[in-house]
């Protein structure tokens, strides 16, 4: 604190004034000195002709949900999906887990080492999460191949993508009219998907 004294000609009064100096930056100051320092970054990706399609879905269930926004230092859109940067691998990891339970996906996990000190015993590793989604939109028509496992009796038959949540509900588009209501429905989960190629 900084005490000043004032002395005037025709009265003498004693003036006490404290100041406090708290260094604070600016809200886009603040978010541009992060994006220097991220630690993982998620690759979101979707490959198909059409690729805005399905992750229009996922961009708007992102924006709704500020908890999840909230790590985020920065955003990159790219040619098939966006490129997510955090903080921490923690992070990266919770934000991974949320858009799985919005979206049928495999995720790899690499690392790459910037620097290390071999005095200190510290190293600066940077992770990448690459998200491949699966590259079905609902309202899609689609053949199942015939040795296709995990879908039920719809193996070999033409079928419409009737929702996509974690899994892909698919419907049998055009079932026998003896066909039970169970054999018409079969859900496709991403590791049956991406074992069975594309």
């Known amino acids: 604190s900084v005490k000043a004294d004032i002395d005037d000609v025709s009265v003498q009064q004693r003036v006490k004034v404290e100041f406090k100096v708290r260094w604070k ?10 994006q220097r320092t991220w630690q993982a970054i998620v690759q979101l990706r979707q490959r198909r002709d059409d ?4 992750l229009l879905v996922l961009e708007l269930t992102i924006a709704r949900n500020g908890e999840i926004r909230r ?3 920065s955003v990159q859109t790219k040619r098939n999906g966006f490129d997510f940067y955090f903080p921490s ?24 080492l910037v620097s290390a000190d071999s005095k200190n015993n ?11 989604m699966v590259p079905l939109c609902r309202d899609d028509l689609v053949v199942v191949e015939r040795k296709a496992r995990g879908v039920g009796g719809l193996a070999g038959r033409l079928c419409l993508v009737l929702k996509v949540s974690s899994v892909v509900h698919l419907v049998d588009a055009s079932p026998a009219r003896d066909a039970e209501a169970s054999t018409r429905f079969a859900d496709l989960h991403s590791d049956a998907y991406w074992r069975g190629g594309e």
Do not use: W
Request: aromatic share 4%.
């Open 51 to 54: 690729s805005r399609r399905g």
């Open 71 to 73: 790590d985020i230092l």
């Open 122 to 132: 510290t190293a600066n590793i940077k992770h990448t999460l690459n998200c491949d």
């Open 25 to 34: 930056e600016c809200p886009d100051c603040t978010r541009e000195s992060r």
């Open 89 to 112: 691998l923690d992070k990266a990891r919770h934000f991974v887990n949320y858009l799985q339970g919005v979206a049928p996906m495999r995720v790899k996990t690499t690392q790459s």
